[in-house]
Nanobody
Framework: QPQLVESGGGLVQSGGSLRLSCVASGAPLDMYDMGWYRQAPGKEREYVGIIATDGTTGYAGSVKGRFTISRDNAKNTVYLQMNSLKADDTAVYYC?????????WGQGTQVTVSS
């Protein structure tokens, strides 16, 4: 059973940058599309972006041009580089893997952007 662990969150000022990591065990990430999601207080979890097995990426409109997803298959890790952060980006960030129709989430990492 895959296990995902996110890290890299923290407190950053508006306009700053953070890089989140999602390390997987129990599943080779290069075989799966990997998604990033976030959930702000009082709101539903929302899609941030995805990286496919061939390396192509897609992003929500709210983060396009500011966030970049990449993967290091040797480290079984997916990254979310976040630049030009805004207060609206404050949320818990999660990575997601779907294996045989089963969805796996990490525990999340908190990102707080101060204005």
């Amino acid at each position: 059973q895959p296990q995902l662990v996110e890290s890299g969150g923290g407190l950053v000022q508006s306009g700053g940058s953070l890089r989140l990591s999602c390390v997987a065990s129990g599943a080779p990430l290069d075989m799966y599309d990997m998604g990033w999601y976030r959930q702000a207080p009082g709101k539903e979890r929302e899609y941030v972006g995805i990286i496919a097995t061939d390396g192509t990426t897609g992003y929500a409109g709210s983060v396009k041009g500011r966030f970049t997803i990449s993967r290091d298959n040797a480290k079984n890790t997916v990254y979310l580089q976040m630049n030009s952060l805004k207060a609206d980006d404050t949320a818990v960030y999660y990575c997601k893997l779907v294996q045989r129709s089963q969805t796996y989430w990490g525990q999340g990492t908190q990102v707080t952007v101060s204005s």
